[in-house]
């Protein structure tokens, strides 16, 4: 009994990462972010509440191992990189969540959050795009002390992520920042930089709505090859993993 009642006394924050649309990077900067704070000292865990994509157990290499349930509540899994991991993936059939109701994902996402975290004390959650009824159960349930937003330099992007920063301001939840992915792209046989998605948009956005900016991160190949194969470039010391290092700084300060 004694170890349950400090366990639930740690004092645990929540971030949600969050972006306007999909396919921008949330989940791949979620992840390395939760490994660069990991490495700043941090007991971070993970929870990956997109539904309409569950890709952390991709991300972070553990596919095969399903949550089990204690006293009525989930059980974390470990990943390869020291970071506990629940995802709707963990609970549904691949391909299956997508056609779940409000509530029901909402009550999915209850029990990813309010499960056996033990003693860590940073919890990040991926959230689905956009401003749904996941997020809105994320705000008005959970509280998180703030979130980030990550967006493409695309016009699009970043308008959406503009919307998702209201819904967070008016839950009375503060956006810590926007990041920037997908900025430049080195050609991996010239070396020549483009800007297929154009570039500083992000930064433009963020003064624009008296935001912080956290962060540049390049559109590179390596960084989608080592997502796929769950090596995260943020668990390299390399170039590839330091604009992460310096976003968790930023979150962490
Ligand atoms: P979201 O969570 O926003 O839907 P993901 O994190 O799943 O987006 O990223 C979508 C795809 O883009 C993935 O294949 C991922 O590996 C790739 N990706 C994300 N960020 C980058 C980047 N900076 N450079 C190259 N590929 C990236």
Known sequence: VHVAMTAERVQRRLIAVGSGKGGVGKSTLTANLAIALAGRGRKVG?????????SQPV??????????????????????????VLSMGHLVEPG???????????????????????????????????????????????????AVLVSTPQDLALIDAARAGQLFDQAGVPVIGLVENMAGYACPHCGELSDPFGKGGVETAAARLDLPFLGRIPLDLAIREGSDRGKPPAADEGALGSPFHEIAAKVDA
């Open 96 to 146: 299956r969540a997508l056609a779940w109701r409000g509530p029901m994902a909402g009550n999915a996402l209850s029990q990813l959050v309010d499960a056996h975290w033990g003693d860590v004390d940073t919890l990040l959650v991926d959230l689905p795009p956009g401003t749904g009824d996941v997020q809105l159960t994320m705000l008005q349930r959970f509280k998180p002390i703030g």
């Open 59 to 84: 991300i972070l290499g553990n596919q095969g191992s399903k949550p089990v349930a204690r006293d009525e509540k989930l059980v974390p899994v470990e990943s390869a990189f020291g970071i506990p």
């Open 46 to 54: 993970l929870v990956d509440a997109d539904i309409y994509g569950p």
